[in-house]
């Protein structure tokens, strides 16, 4: 009997492109933004002929279909969960798309309609959509708050060029747990603040951060300390907005420089470009030079945590230590086999965090 290919053979081309994308998308990645093992681990061994989006998207439809069998079933906690899974697995495919294509906004647009649906059905959190005024446009932004009558202090969490907002879902219930409030920051560059409202990161970016708490004490009544925890390039965000705005308390960065350069491989130049509307490398690091940080200058009364992974391939400790040196208070703590931002201790990573701000920010 002949054997018939059902798809073509996967070109040399095709292989290093998922290749490349598998290196910004492990498996440990993954999981760290809240997708579902069977999911993450039949995503990383899809074939190359697929398009990862389409893959990706795939497995969000099978999650969705659950949710909604759940959901008229009367099964909420498992419509919510299975919401949440499509969450992180439209996550993973908007991803393939490094600039604004019509394909990514209606991914992005279809992750945050999922992790509405779970939100309109928690029965656990709060989970609230922001619209936070700025510039000409507004950012977007998640609160997800304990269901308790008290304001709860706030941590803001933020991204960096890939990974934004939703992402970050699982830190936020972790932040939950102990009491706390989080707000998942898209900033100017990032998510539907940059695909829907069209604002893109510039030198300008710290006064997003106080809009976001203005927002929150308009919202909530809790007018800080505050934290704020910055993952990957967003760890320069989350340090700038402490130096800036006094009400920020703790300050974690996880994976960042002070002096950020584009990098010299087309994932991250491309990236990097879009986050700051820009089209070529010499115009990124031309606003890229608007956002470095200087000690000498540039210093914060919130404490500051710095996390570095010593397996990190983009983020060296010497980069990563200039940040001590932002505050008169600040601590280094350093996982030796860790990834990027330290996707593979996530849990060990997300306690440890969670538990510092809840001692810096929750009077016990």
Same mark, same amino acid.
């Given at each position: 009997?002949?054997?018939?290919?059902?798809?073509?053979?996967?070109?040399?081309?095709?292989?290093?492109?998922?290749?490349?994308?598998?290196?910004?998308?492990?498996?440990?990645?993954?999981?760290?933004?809240?997708?579902?093992?069977?999911?993450?681990?039949?995503?990383?061994?899809?074939?190359?002929?697929?398009?990862?989006?389409?893959?990706?998207?795939?497995?969000?439809?099978?999650?969705?279909?659950?949710?909604?069998?759940?959901?008229?079933?009367?099964?909420?906690?498992?419509?919510?969960?299975?919401?949440?899974?499509?969450?992180?697995?439209?996550?993973?495919?908007?991803?393939?798309?490094?600039?604004?294509?019509?394909?990514?906004?209606?991914?992005?647009?279809?992750?945050?309609?999922?992790?509405?649906?779970?939100?309109?059905?928690?029965?656990?959190?709060?989970?609230?959509?922001?619209?936070?005024?700025?510039? $000409?446009?507004?950012? @977007?932004?998640?609160? +997800? !708050?304990? *269901?308790?009558?008290?304001?709860? #202090?706030?941590? /803001?969490?933020?991204?960096?060029?890939?990974?934004?907002?939703?992402?970050?879902?699982?830190?936020?219930?972790?932040?939950?747990?102990?009491?706390?409030?989080?707000?998942?920051?898209?900033?100017?560059?990032?998510?539907?603040?940059?695909?829907?409202?069209?604002?893109?990161?510039?030198?300008?970016?710290?006064? $997003?951060?106080?809009? @976001?708490?203005?927002? +929150? !004490?308009? *919202?909530?009544?809790?007018?800080? #300390?505050?934290? /704020?925890?910055?993952?990957?390039?967003?760890?320069?965000?989350?340090?700038?907005?402490?130096?800036?705005?006094?009400?920020?308390?703790?300050?974690?960065?996880?994976?960042?420089?002070?002096?950020?350069?584009?990098?010299?491989?087309?994932?991250?130049?491309?990236?990097?470009?879009?986050?700051?509307?820009?089209?070529?490398?010499?115009?990124?690091?031309?606003?890229? !030079?608007?956002?470095?940080?200087?000690?000498?200058?540039?210093?914060?009364?919130?404490?500051?945590?710095?996390?570095?992974?010593?397996?990190?391939?983009?983020?060296?400790?010497?980069?990563?230590?200039?940040?001590?040196?932002?505050?008169?208070?600040?601590?280094?703590?350093?996982?030796?086999?860790?990834?990027?931002?330290?996707?593979?201790?996530?849990?060990?990573?997300?306690?440890?965090?969670?538990?510092?701000?809840?001692?810096?920010?929750?009077?016990?």
């Amino acid at each position: 009997m002949a054997n018939h290919r059902l798809t073509p053979e996967p070109t040399e081309e095709a292989a290093k492109r998922r290749a490349a994308l598998l290196r910004a998308m492990p498996v440990t990645r993954m999981l760290d933004y809240g997708m579902d093992h069977w999911d993450a681990t039949h995503l990383s061994n899809a074939p190359a002929s697929q398009p990862w989006h389409e893959a990706a998207a795939q497995l969000a439809d099978a999650q969705l279909a659950r949710a909604k069998a759940a959901a008229d079933r009367g099964d909420v906690e498992t419509a919510v969960a299975c919401y949440r899974r499509a969450t992180a697995a439209l996550i993973f495919a908007q991803m393939a798309f490094n600039t604004d294509t019509a394909a990514k906004r209606t991914l992005y647009d279809r992750l945050a309609g999922a992790y509405q649906a779970a939100a309109d059905l928690d029965t656990e959190l709060r989970v609230e959509r922001l619209s936070i005024p700025f510039g $000409a446009s507004h950012c @977007t932004a998640w609160l +997800v !708050r304990p *269901r308790s009558d008290h304001p709860a #202090p706030a941590v /803001v969490i933020v991204g960096g060029q890939s990974g934004w907002g939703p992402a970050y879902h699982k830190q936020a219930e972790a932040l939950a747990r102990r009491g706390l409030s989080t707000v998942l920051l898209e900033a100017p560059g990032q998510g539907e603040t940059r695909l829907s409202g069209g604002l893109h990161l510039d030198g300008h970016v710290d006064l $997003a951060f106080s809009a @976001t708490l203005d927002t +929150v !004490r308009a *919202r909530t009544g809790y007018d800080g #300390p505050f934290g /704020v925890w910055g993952n990957s390039f967003g760890g320069l965000l989350a340090a700038r907005a402490a130096v800036q705005d006094g009400r920020f308390g703790a300050c974690c960065v996880n994976g960042a420089a002070t002096k950020p350069e584009p990098l010299p491989f087309r994932t991250a130049s491309e990236q990097v470009q879009a986050l700051l509307g820009v089209g070529t490398d010499e115009e990124a690091a031309a606003v890229l !030079r608007t956002l470095w940080l200087d000690p000498a200058v540039d210093q914060t009364t919130a404490e500051v945590l710095v996390l570095h992974g010593g397996a990190d391939p983009l983020v060296t400790l010497d980069q990563q230590k200039v940040f001590l040196d932002l505050s008169a208070r600040s601590t280094l703590r350093v996982w030796e086999d860790g990834e990027h931002t330290m996707y593979n201790h996530s849990a060990e990573r997300t306690e440890f965090l969670c538990d510092w701000f809840r001692s810096r920010l929750l009077a016990r």
